[in-house]
């Protein structure tokens, strides 16, 4: 197995309002047949899924999926655009749960839950600056 992740599929209650929050984000979707909701990422694609539809794809039961702890990452160029991702996520009715604030260990980060549930990390690390093309690396590019 190589050392990657290829598509990251958040279960949602509702695809098409989950979808809208990160289509006012700025984000555009891709055609997707199979009734999942797709964003292509820099090297991945986030995809919305119905969370019923998760659960017996995977043959558990409903109940049983959102029990685990995971948050999402967006790492910004600079240490300024952290509020600013955040007071947008904000206007399209995300839950600012830490607002941006300097980390111990040098970076900037705050935290907002989008409207179906998913928690996101938004960080400026000094120590891993973005690619070109956004891309991010643990210890930079």
Known sequence: MEQRVSLITVGVDDPETAAGFYEQLGWERVDSPDGVIAFDLIGQTLGLYPLS???D??????GTLG????TLSYNCRTKEDVAQVLSKAETF????LKPASDVFWGGHHGYFRAPDGTIWEIAF?????????????????
């Open 125 to 141: 690390n000094p120590f891993s600056k973005l690619g070109p093309d956004g891309a991010f690396r643990w210890n930079g590019y």
């Open 53 to 55: 539809a998760l659960a």
């Open 57 to 62: 794809e995977i043959g558990i039961d409903v």
């Open 67 to 70: 029990q685990g702890a995971l």
């Open 93 to 96: 009715g995300a839950e600012v």
